[in-house]
């Protein structure tokens, strides 16, 4: 957003790159929708899975880098996101991770499994100037809302 008025930056919008970090059952979702254009401004960069199998099954499907390295996905310049869709226990530590090597962050639901993990992931993406956002979605779903 434009710090004068709020708006977004039609510009800069159109340059975000993810990187999903964990090729699981929500992972095909995130997929999906970034490699068909259904996000606007955003695009499938690469993902990483620890199963070898998985993350080269990924790549290939959407065409896109796989590793199984969460340092190497990290350390791309082609990604500007780091989506986290791994099991809730390790959403901390990969949030950590991400926040420290400079990329903004996505991550599923639950945040984290403590309160104190996520205010210590709320402080590391501040202080590398990221935006960490929680994949909250069924708060817009009607039977929520209402």
Partial sequence: M????GQA???????YRFGLIGCGHIARRHADLLSRGQVPGAALA???DIVPERAQAF???YGVASTTNLDD???KEDVDV???LTPSGLHHDHCLSAAAAGKHVLVEKPMALTVA???EMIVAAEAAGKVLMAA???RFFPAYTA
């Fill in 73 to 75: 996905l990290l350390a």
């Fill in 46 to 48: 690469a993902v990483c």
């Fill in 117 to 119: 993990e996520c205010e």
């Fill in 9 to 15: 930056d039609p510009a800069r919008a159109s340059s």
């Fill in 59 to 61: 790549g290939e499907k």
């Fill in 2 to 5: 434009s710090a004068s008025d």
């Fill in 82 to 84: 780091a989506c986290i």
């Fill in 136 to 138: 909250q979605v069924l």
